[in-house]
């Protein structure tokens, strides 16, 4: 049984940092494709950040420079660190996992549809006040 679940999540004023984590079970997630997802009030989920199985990394254009996607490996926990955190930023933020038989490297988990990934975690809120 795949499960995913975030914590790190909190209130921030702008310019603040946060890092998010995501502890993973039930499989070995250096295998999948991973992704940080995020879903503001009224509007669609949207990517943030991916982290392919062979260590290669994405970012959403809004996050660059400015998020780090990264995977304790031996604690199975993905994390995402936010720093200088805008008030647009504000959302849930989900974790997600995609993997075998889906390709689940480089590219493939770069530009894999939202749908495609499988295991969701149940979210965690960030709040960025101005």
């Known amino acids: 049984q795949v499960q995913l679940v975030e914590s790190g999540g909190g209130s921030v004023q702008s310019g603040g940092s946060l890092r998010l984590s995501c502890v993973a079970s039930?499989?070995?997630?250096?295998?999948?494709?991973m992704g940080w997802f995020r879903q503001a009030p009224g509007k669609e989920r949207e990517g943030v950040a991916t982290?392919?199985?062979?260590?290669?990394?994405s970012y959403a254009d809004s996050v660059k420079g400015r998020f780090t996607i990264s995977q304790d490996n031996a604690e199975n926990t993905l994390y995402l660190q936010m720093n200088s955190l805008k008030p647009d930023d504000t959302a849930m933020y989900y974790c997600?996992?995609?993997?075998?038989?889906?390709?689940?490297?480089?590219?493939?988990?770069?530009?894999?549809?939202?749908?495609?990934?499988?295991?969701w975690g149940q979210g965690t809120q960030v709040t960025v006040s101005s």
């Open positions: 997600a996992a995609r993997g075998p038989p889906l390709y689940t490297r480089g590219r493939y988990c770069h530009t894999a549809v939202r749908q495609s990934f499988g295991y």
């Open positions: 039930g499989y070995t997630s250096t295998r999948y494709c």
């Open positions: 982290l392919g199985s062979d260590g290669s990394a």
